[in-house]
């Protein structure tokens, strides 16, 4: 059976690619898929967790980070649609403006 | 984990790192070829330190490596594949190894939440939204990543930041401990006798039942956020310089 640490880390290396992707794609949806796999290396943590207690709470949490997941999905699909109205193009570093 | 163990682990950390570089988005293709092999190395140097690991025989250990090589191979192409909609699929691919870790962790209840809320939904949003945005052809932002050095080292220190720690977690929580909850191993919130998705449920609908309700809410208002942003009408900023005289072009902000 392995161990909790073969989980943390392996959440651990889930949230870091993510983190990568988010930091260095200039796609706006490719970053926000990179944030949903953040989501599962989050989600593999506090499972893991959970089992290390043998209580059922971590679960209920990641459960409830599903919801969040939901819903930010949602409003940053429903903000690249209107971002890709306004300029025709998906790439980030057009609103590099917004950088002040 | 032994010093020896940290060390091999920090290494293949790096080789990760390495090859998440060059497989990043770039003009030349041999890169990502080497990446790909380095990539590769990097996963065989992880399994090697997991199955020198073993203690005891057990299937769950060979599950745990296949389904760790999938979610990590799937979580690389996501990030760095340079079409969106295979991105996307991709991530589908790490949704389902996740509900297959998950499973191996007696979460089976969400596993199963996870392949129908992320696989059902999210991702086949995702898919209308790239169908939706997609241009012809591959625009240059995807084949060119912004500043990959630099990011790929960040997530290397996150990295290695946390696999220190990691290393030092117990596998066991003594009874009595500060860590220990009052969920004992013998309490049936935690058995099988009683079954995951009831222990579960149980926890949602009376310890939690307020934050469930929050969490509703939550949902509504995400709703009524995204019908009112994709009902806005917003000029485009490209049909509206192109209708203006030649000579006027660029002079002056579209208003909001």
């Given at each position: 059976m392995p161990g909790i640490s073969e989980y943390i880390i392996l959440g651990a290396i889930l949230f870091a690619l993510g983190l990568v992707g988010f930091l260095s794609r200039r796609n706006l949806i490719v970053m926000f898929l990179s944030t949903e796999v953040m989501f599962q290396g989050v989600i593999i943590n506090v499972v893991a967790f959970s089992r290390l207690h043998r209580a059922v709470e971590g679960q209920a949490f990641a459960l409830f980070l599903l919801v969040i997941a939901a819903v930010e999905a949602g409003l940053a699909l429903g903000l690249i649609v209107l971002l890709h109205r306004r300029k025709g193009t998906l790439d980030a570093e057009e609103w590099s403006v917004m950088r002040g | 984990m032994t010093a020896s163990t940290a060390y091999i682990l920090y290494l293949a950390f790096a080789i990760g790192a390495a090859a998440v570089y060059l497989m990043l988005?770039?003009?030349?293709r041999s890169k990502a070829i080497a990446g790909a092999l380095l990539g590769v190395a990097a996963l065989a140097v992880l399994i090697t330190l997991l199955v020198a690991r073993v203690t005891e025989p057990g299937s769950t250990r060979a599950f745990f490596c296949i389904f760790a090589a999938v979610a990590l191979f799937a979580a690389a192409r996501v990030v760095t594949h340079n079409r969106p909609i295979f991105s996307a699929l991709y991530f589908v691919l790490v949704v389902l190894a996740v509900a297959a870790l998950l499973v191996l962790q007696e979460a089976e209840f969400l596993a199963v939440a996870l392949v129908i809320v992320y696989a059902g939904a999210i991702v086949v949003t995702y898919l209308f939204v790239i169908m939706l945005a997609q241009q012809t052809g591959s625009p240059v932002y995807d084949r060119q990543a912004r500043e990959p050095l630099l990011a790929v080292l960040i997530g290397f220190l996150l990295m290695a930041a946390v696999a220190g720690q990691a290393g030092?977690?117990?596998?066991t929580v003594e009874q009595?401990?500060?860590?220990?909850?009052?969920?004992?191993?013998?309490?049936?919130?935690?058995?099988?006798a009683e079954g995951n998705t009831a222990a579960v449920g149980r926890a949602v609908m009376t310890k939690y039942v307020v934050v469930l309700e929050i969490a509703g809410v939550l949902l509504l208002i995400a709703m009524i956020g995204a019908i009112a942003l994709s009902k806005k009408k917003v000029p485009s900023e490209q049909v509206r310089t192109a209708r203006k005289p030649l000579g006027q072009v660029g002079k002056e902000v579209a208003p909001y």
């Open positions: - | 988005p770039r003009p030349e030092a977690l117990p596998d009595g401990s500060v860590l220990a909850t009052q969920t004992g191993p013998d309490s049936p919130a935690s058995s099988i």
